[in-house]
């Protein structure tokens, strides 16, 4: 700041520091001439004159701002607070949590209701049981006489109190951790996805937030962005249409397209314009320019007008550098020919600029307010007047330029709808036409026009604009008032067609998505017409699909007119698909008073495209969808920065790292290359991550009701004194070490298909969307199973001991801790099994940690009680294990009780897959060539590297008579999707044809 | 023909939709794979492209073009000739680059040519790839229906076996709680007469074999109450001097008696059974034959040697055990549960198993053993018996039965016929239901086995 200072009394050589008043201006003093720079410095001592200069947003530096032509800059902190931008934005963004997040918190309302009604049970029938003398305090029982004194309520708390502690292991703690571990770990899946990663931009995928892992395999509608998702965002210019007539670019010539009917004037003239042109951009090389045929002038004239026009225009910046550290820029391109790089806001105009680069007039760059331009090797400089700035409104910019020759020009450049009508003279109707047709083809489109103004009129627009700029009220309105009265009498140009390209397998992805029976809208800012051409050509929409069009609806009861018509043609034929287009004014109307009816008809169409949509609106639709009635999960793709709202709004947020900036990246959830990698992430990411923690969920639930039930039940036995089952080493360690692992490497390895099988069949996803491995129905299987199994363990032991039997060959008699170790065993077995028996990939991680897991309770049951441990009060365990196990009675008990439990599972099992097999089960029985598969993987596993090389041999062997069309498909893991598109429609199976 | 430089540097990505499928592609498929070097999960080795002398890197490519070459003539000439199906050329092609990466190790770490390794690409190893070799099994009718069967036909002999066991063993309760007014013992249920001995007559239909083993049993006794299970102290037991003079505090209110400790402290201890079980013989003659009862042995070996202990200290045990009280329901201090100074003290075999807490409140404890004199003699032959009884235990306050139990055992342990109706139930369940699943997976063979994925 003190720099600033200096700099500020070297300017105006007087230093009145004697009021605040003065400090203030000569902040303002400062930040003016921030602003307007040098011609600052003219203006005589502002701070004594009245004068006003206003702050806009364009005097604001916005973060992500780059520096040019310049080392420093001096810069004032306007406001830091919380209502900048970036803090609302922060604040918006809320804590985004997961459907299967929700139903857990269900779950465990209802575990925490069963758990306090067992307290309260166990607490009541403590009570009535201890009515009596006799069982209270028996004589050999004696309480000693401070239990006796204290009060009675104050017992009723502490029993109260000591059930819940004796059965709150049923509240799995542990989950938590297992769950957020689960998470965590396993979104490094996504990011090490060698099918997420781009191999041109070498971007992987990235994982913003592990928390919505499994959110991925529940979504219901995707809406997606169009430019820079769908398509590459990478401009090329392709057409464009002077006075009237249309030119396509071929290598960098324009050469007129098939004779128009239109150009009636003068087939001839039309001709030699086109043999003309094709020399002018012969001659752009060989600067023989001025030698062609004189009538051809007027036309020369046009395209150089158009040209210039095209390359005058815009707010494309130079930057000469060739390497050097801003490399990454955004719209960095190499022109070869003139060595400059074009910085550009908008993809379009950068691809315009070059265009016209192309045909030969090329612009070098601003200097100071000099606009230079090479027109055929000639230099030429215009006085940069004004920029009328370009905005969402308007949807146009104009630049006032003033011409070497010394006149002044306006050319105007923007979306049809706002250049024509204001249109005066030139080619108005075919360029309609013309554009129209550019829009069919996908192309978008750019009109350009442009004004001489005599200096009288200069003079005046530099006057109204003044005014405005420096109007401190309503100065938008005002500027908005000044641009309509400038931008009016223009006469047309012609219109640029610059193309898209579609992404590769935007097609097929999207055509997948929708099998997986997500709703997929496209949400684009671009004009009607190619955003239909757009969503034809990527398959959004079908030629077969009956397409509704809700578009340029003027009033509120026109439009609700229209959505009752829609929704009553929706009725009529319902067997055909339907699509719907709105436009974004349509669309804020129905959303203002026929929320509902907007969303039946909205339902009920299997494509909805949004076409000129503000970002705001794009949020406004996710929400709208959010909150309605079925509450499904919807998930947001964009790429730019206008995405960010959309993303943030969705329930999933998916950025695509492309070309413009990292915004949409850095607020995504998961932020990926290509739209196509959206179909792995959703069919087999995101299928594989909500079985894995949907199980994962379940099965903490389900072992911690086998783990308590028999403590709950053993209360019956023990008169409710609180007595625990299990000794407490197995209390703590049970969920830590005996159950825990073999689970979470489930959560992480499990992969109940095969992938390639779910990437090539998508609509195995609508097999757990709405969350159906969470329902209350699958919920209370696990939790029937748990409880079940659990009074197979207590009561299998119960007949065993209870009895007062002998169990041992010796006839010694076990005590009440073997009875616990008894159920505790068979329990750890149990539950084991159990996990191994959903476990449908068994690495040898999984074989590890699941024998692991039961070997390490032996011998860790074995150790515990074969020592007597110096530091603990009570001996309980000692050697209750190992005369356990030395009895033949409980090995014949434990196995039975193992197998007994596990009978009623797999019989509920196969019963369900025999009679009533959902698609993933049928999916299962599909073996993609699994032999190879195996060895494969063992392949890149490090010992199996040379152990491979024999088998791999042998292998070839049979797989090299194996026709290679068939091997190919069914190995690449690169192409998952459909070899043809005959497979997508009738969705053959994939066909393992044996070798 | 090798091409040093592949277009694609990613090996196993090959472009989406369209997979080189042309013979060529082996090659091409080969080559990249040398400049993609893949850390395997288990060395984590991470090749980096920077740091790589450049001396040796020409050395280097040197070896690869020659290695590459001969492993490529290795594969066209391969046993079936061909083109390498492209399923299989990949792991080929890591397969060869990892034996590259291990002959390139004294060279430093390889790096890719020209440095052009692209560094955020995930590393193509099976772990990250979730290609992990496996083993992929499915619950359908079919694998099931055997295990069925082999369960069935496994479960139901078993329990077959253990119920004929089970069947075998010989038992006999005898109830002398004495709340029946005709019972010997009933005259023992006043607190009066003391001490009371009764007698009970039974008669052994079966004579009993081997060894006969001598239960005491009680009913609605809860042992396994909280507080009378954490009522002992447990370093007492084993003879720790502190805690002999300063017992747990678990062990109130039995924890001192008169200012004095009492050893051994605690609920359990204190009400520890003192019935006295005599068995004779009613032979033929006038006068009975007592039965010998041993007393050792009814523990476990690990209690008795090394869990429980006698304090250390002076020559005799009641020198031990000075500064110390016997518990409040004693008769005897602990020093004289016994005349044996190895079954004395808290040695004493039958306090041992007094200690170690039933987990129901009816159960059994081992009282004596009736050991096996001969072959050709059976232990307890059939004909009349009479019990003589001391009894001292009160139970009637929490309306609790006694008895005493002489049972044989068999390698499972006493007559328990559960264990083998559950293993012939669950066999035949199990039999069962391989019987339906096969009916159904016949009927439904046709529904289940197409592998149709309807929408």
Redesign the interface.
Known sequence: MSATRSRLVQIHGKNDNNSANGRNCKLFLLVLFLLYGEKFKQQEDLCSKKYAMPLGPESLLLRGARLKNTKEIFGVAIYTGMETKMALNYKSKSQKRSAVEKSMNTFLIIYLIILISEAIISTILKYTWQAEEKWDEPWYNQKTEHQRNSSKILRFISDFLAFLVLYNFIIPISLYVTVEMQKFLGSFFIGWDLDLYHEESDQKAQVNTSDLNEELGQVEYVFTDKTGTLTENEMQFRECSINGIKYQEINGRLVSEGPTPDSSDGNLSYLNSLSHLNNLSHLTTSSSFRTSPENETELIKEHDLFFKAVSLCHTVQISNVQTDGIGDGPWQSNLAPSQLEYYASSPDEKALVEAAARIGIVFIGNFEETMEVKTLGKLERYKLLHILEFDSDRRRMSVIVQAPSGEKFLFAKGAESSILPNCVGGEIEKTRIHVDEFALKGLRTLCMAYKQLTSKEYEEIDRRLFEARTALQQREEKLADVFQFIEKNLILLGATAVEDRLQDRVRETIEGLRMAGIKVWVLTGDKHETAVSVSLSCGHFHRTMNILELINQKSDSQCAEQLRQLARRIKEDHVIQHGLVVDGTSLSLALREHEKLFMEVCRNCSAVLCCRMAPLQKAKVIRLIKISPEKPITLAVGDGANDVSMIQEAHVGIGIMGKEGRQAARNSDYAIARFKFLSKLLFVHGHFYYIRIATLVQYFFYKNVCFITPQFLYQFYCLFSQQTLYDSVYLTLYNICFTSLPILIYSLLEQHIDPHVLQSKPTLYRDISKNRQLSIKTFLYWTILGFSHAFIFFFGSYFLIGKDISLLGNGQMFGNWTFGTLVFTVMVITVTVKMALETHFWTWINHLVTWGSIIFYFVFSLFYGGILWPFLGSQNMYFVFIQLLSSGSAWFAIILMVVTCLLLDIVKKVFERQLHPTNTEKAQLIKANSSIKCLDSMCCFSEGETACASVGRMLERVVGRCSPTHVSRSWSASDPFYTNDRSILTLSTMDSSTC | MIRVRPP???P??????S?P?VPQSSLFFLSPSLWGP?P????GRRQSAEGCPASSALQRRWRRRLRLRVFCQGQQA???G???????A???G??AM??NAKDEVDGGPPCAPGGTA????????????????????????GT?LP?FFI?GLI?IP?GIG?FVTSNNIREIEIDYTGTDPSSPCNKCLSPNVTPCICTINFTLEQSFEG?V?M?Y?LSN????????????D??QL?GDASALLNP?K?C???RRNEDKPIAPCG?IA??MFNDTLELFLVGNESHPTPIPLKKK????W??KN??FRNPPGGESLEERFKDTTKPVNWVKPVYMLDSEPDNNGFINEDFI?WM???????????YR?IERKSDLHPTLPAGRYYLNITYNY?VH???GRKRMIL?T????????P??GI??IT?GS??FL?GVV?LV??HK?RN??NT?????
């Open positions: 694609l540097p990613s196993f990505y090959p472009p989406p939709l997979p499928l893949q395997t999960p288990a060395s391969g046993p079936l061909g083109p390498p199906a492209l399923r299989g990949a792991p080929w890591s397969m990892n034996y692209k560094n955020r690409r995930p590393d193509n190893t099976a772990f990250k790839q979730q290609r992990l070799p496996a083993w992929q099994p499915i619950l359908t009718a099931v295990t369960i479960f078993i253990i060894n083993f239960y049993g006794f809860y042992q396994n109450h909280r507080r009378y299970v954490k009522s002992r447990d370093s084993n747990s678990e109130e209110p039995y609920a204190n009400s042995g009814i523990a476990w690990t209690d090394v869990k198993v170690r807490t039933a987990a129901l409140p009816t159960f059994r404890k081992l053993l009160p306050s929490f309306d049972s055992i068999s390698w499972m342990g006493g007559k328990n559960f264990l559950a293993y669950i369940i199990s239901l699943l159904i997976n439904y529904s289940s592998a149709d994925i309807t929408i």
